[in-house]
């Protein structure tokens, strides 16, 4: 198997090491593109400039002729996830799923070009000790889940695609604002059988119509452009550092895979809309004021929306224990962790006879 992964011929041809004709691959945390047979390292050009595209300008000028990049890409048949694969691969396992990838049934797709990447900041023996201490902590995991910590290249370094978008709203809102008063009320209280009479204060809310306008700001709210993962595991290892993209290069997939993006900008932005809406009813509720909001009706408007086109780092693996995928997934910026995993019913079972033991034990005494 092979970790590498090359776009484009075009891409293979300029990570030939001079020295010796082998292939240079980035090394993580550094600018550099290394040979690992002789040792030559070639340092990647330094670029630098974020620039936020115009969405509504590029949708109508520009989204059909932006550039391309020709990639070879490979549809996994068992969980449907597509991603690039390197030209000189015959064989592959699904960095999602673990199920075998034949590349005879790959096709050559166009993309649309990446504008900046996150490059990988630690390098697979970081994280494959990431991934061994978060085995190790498991509780009620099975024996040879452990063992399987210790098992090298099962750790898939993959640059997964998303979509980040800077907008301005401007929304007008009707609803109401409750304030709470109190009012003193008597009741019959029966204690060792006679009645006695007793008052309590009894909370009622007075709503008041209200109407307003507020306004927010996002600034690179982030839409997976990958349906190969969970999406609430995904947005758990955020936050991402996206200060500190820099302009694409193809230097930095050298040695990675990457997803192919089937999320377009039309729908990533349209989810992003969705994305806003939770703050958006915050602002709105927070302007009401009272002690209660209700909010009957919104009209928003999405204010020089711009967009990034982005690759982020993530070091994953997929293993089947007992016919079951589960997942791991590291931030390769941070180290956030996220994964799923198997229980061991036995330990369970153990583990709720000791307690009733003990309980009874205690009880005994």
Known sequence: MSDFQEPTKKVSDALACDNCGATLNYQPGTPYVTCAYCGT???????????????EEYLANVWEDDEKLTVTVVNCRSCGATATMAPNV????????????????GTTSSIHRPQYVLPFSFGPALAQEQFRQWIKKLWFAPND?????????KINGMYLPYWTFDC???????????????TTETYTHRINGKSETRTRQVRHTQWWPAHGRVR????????EGSRS???????LLEPWDTKNLVPYDDKYLAGFRAEVNVVNIKNAYSEAKGRMQPHIQGLVKRDIGGAEQQISSLDTRYLDPSFKHVLMPVWISAYRYQHTVYQFMINARTGEVQGDRPYSAWKIVLFIVAIIAVILFLVSL
Do not use: M, W
Request: hydrophobic share 30%; glycine share 8%; with cysteine.
């Open 41 to 55: 390292q070639v340092k990647i050009k330094a670029t630098t400039g974020i620039v936020e595209t115009d969405l």
């Open 90 to 105: 015959v064989s592959d396992t699904c960095p999602f799923c673990a199920s075998n990838l034949v590349v005879k049934d």
């Open 145 to 153: 889940l452990k063992k399987y910590a210790d098992v090298q290249g």
């Open 168 to 182: 301005t709203t401007d929304t007008s809102y009707a609803g109401q604002r409750g304030e709470y008063y109190y």
């Open 216 to 223: 927010g700001k996002f600034d690179d709210l982030l839409i």
């Open 229 to 235: 993962l969970p999406k609430h595991k995904l947005r």
